[in-house]
């Protein structure tokens, strides 16, 4: 018994892929996952473009996912993956406060989301919940998950966010931190002018007369939401 003991094959580790455009970000994570028993990373990709070729030969069973990608929103991404590869659990790992981005990477089709400051041990919760199949995230968005679809939650004063697409709301956000065109443009990979024109489309969805009153409503709506106004 104990010679077929020592013969038995050595159980497969769960497969994870990295999507980052930050090279030593992807690097960390990749050293963190293959220090781990149960998992290997497989492969690593720095834009939407190469992940989908990448999946297309060789499929994970976790995909982590950042939101900011150079080419494509990671919430686009997301929805695309899941739409096309649905066995593949995608878990984001992303440098935006949850309270502001969870509940739209859920609703893309996210199984977990991990904000890059967090300790490792809730990475590896994360991995090991998302890939055998539940979600992985912290107790307070569990709570806001509870709340938005009891059945006596009362609408929302900020509803009107719900319009904006995914990038929309990731320069609604930036603006709410207090980042100029530039500096939205450079962070997003996009042109100042692409960043002007979704400064429009916000402005017109959510009737704000002027850029003045964005900046003013995204600075007060951000800094609310981290500091728990939920």
Not at 95 to 113: P, Q, S, T, V
Not at 204 to 215: I, P, Q, S, V, Y
Request: with cysteine; charged share 25%; glycine share 6%.
């Amino acid at each position: 018994m104990t010679a077929a003991l020592s013969s038995a094959e050595p159980l497969p580790k769960t497969k994870v892929a990295i999507v980052d455009d930050h090279t030593l970000m992807r690097e960390g994570i990749r050293m963190f996952i293959d220090s781990l028993d149960e998992f290997q990373c497989v492969w690593q990709a720095a834009s939407s473009k190469d992940a989908l070729q990448m999946i297309e030969q060789s499929q994970p069973n976790v995909l982590i996912v950042d939101i900011t990608l150079p080419d494509r929103n990671g919430l686009e991404l997301i929805k695309d993956i899941g739409a096309r590869f649905p066995q593949v659990a995608l878990l984001v790992l992303s440098m935006y406060d949850e309270k502001l981005y969870a509940l739209r990477a859920l609703k893309a089709g996210a199984k977990g989301f991990v904000m890059k400051n967090a300790p490792h041990h809730q990475l590896e919760s994360a991995l090991k919940r998302v890939a055998s199949g539940g979600i992985a995230v912290s107790p307070a968005i569990s709570d806001m998950i509870v709340g938005a679809y009891s059945s006596g939650a009362k609408p929302r004063p900020d509803d009107g966010l719900h319009t904006l697409s995914d990038r929309e709301f990731e320069v609604f956000q930036l603006i709410g931190d207090g980042l100029s065109t530039s500096e939205i443009s450079e962070a997003l990979h996009i042109s100042p002018k692409t960043v002007d024109v979704h400064r429009m489309n916000i402005r017109t969805k959510l009737g704000l007369e002027d850029g003045g009153a964005l900046t003013r409503w995204a600075i007060r709506w951000t800094e609310s939401r981290r500091h728990g106004s939920l």
